[in-house]
């Protein structure tokens, strides 16, 4: 298993441009989330899914999109990058059901907006 | 709503030396609590968890109680290791809060050979 997987790995973007993050899980889960990591302020939920065909937003999702057409993909889009959307994005997936569950990370995506 | 509070770091021990990090939490419901470990360019990854009052998660050495009456989970390890040199994140998942998971800010550990 290759687990949760995320490209790109490092991203330069001009304000204004757009771009996918992409993320992959082969574990089969229901539950699929983005977060994004900013020194000092933990992570943040952006948006979330608790299935195909299902997202819904979390702490920050404004300036991201995001879309579940497949239980094994989530890819998040930046529709018109900011400086402020500059930080390090995690996906996560786990299985949905009692609260308990293991999140299991990729290995994140380096974003820098100039 | 559903909040964690950790200790703020950085925290620079000597290794073999005794770590406490503290956790402390806000949740409407009765959650399951994590600590999540990102060793320097990874993402991150379950250290332990406890799913409920007085259970203890136990991995890799360290240690964590869940604390109902003081709303605790508190890391330790007995004898650090510069290997544990990573950033810990205390976090909840509460079945009222729709499972998503509510990070704390992360506490940085450096250990000194």
């Known amino acids: 298993n290759a687990g949760v997987t995320q490209t790109p790995k490092f991203q330069v973007l001009k304000t204004g441009q757009s771009m996918t993050l992409q993320c992959a899980q082969d574990m089969n889960h229901e539950y699929m989330s983005w977060y994004r990591q900013d020194p000092g302020m933990g992570l943040r939920l952006i948006h979330y899914s608790v299935g195909a065909g299902i997202t819904d937003q979390g702490e920050v999702p404004n300036g991201y999109n995001v879309s579940r057409s497949t239980t094994e993909d989530f890819p998040l889009r930046l529709l018109s990058a900011a400086p402020s959307q500059t930080s390090v994005y995690f996906c996560a997936s786990s299985t949905a059901s009692g609260g308990a569950e293991t999140q299991y990370f990729g290995p994140g995506t380096r974003l820098l907006v100039l | 709503g559903d909040s964690v509070t950790q200790m703020e770091g950085p925290v620079t021990l000597s290794e073999e030396a005794f770590l406490t990090i503290n956790c402390t939490y806000t949740a409407t419901g009765y959650p399951s609590l994590f600590w999540y470990v990102q060793y320097p360019g990874e993402g991150l990854q379950l250290l332990l968890k406890a799913t409920k009052a007085d259970d203890k998660g136990s991995n890799k050495g360290f240690e964590a109680t869940y604390r109902k009456e003081t709303t605790s989970f508190h890391l330790e390890k007995g004898s650090v290791q510069v290997s544990d040199s990573a950033v810990y994140f205390c976090?909840?998942?509460?079945?009222?809060?729709?499972?998503?998971?509510?990070f704390g800010a992360g506490t940085r550990l450096f250990v000194k050979a």
């Open positions: 976090a909840l998942s509460d079945r009222g809060g729709g499972f998503k998971t509510i």
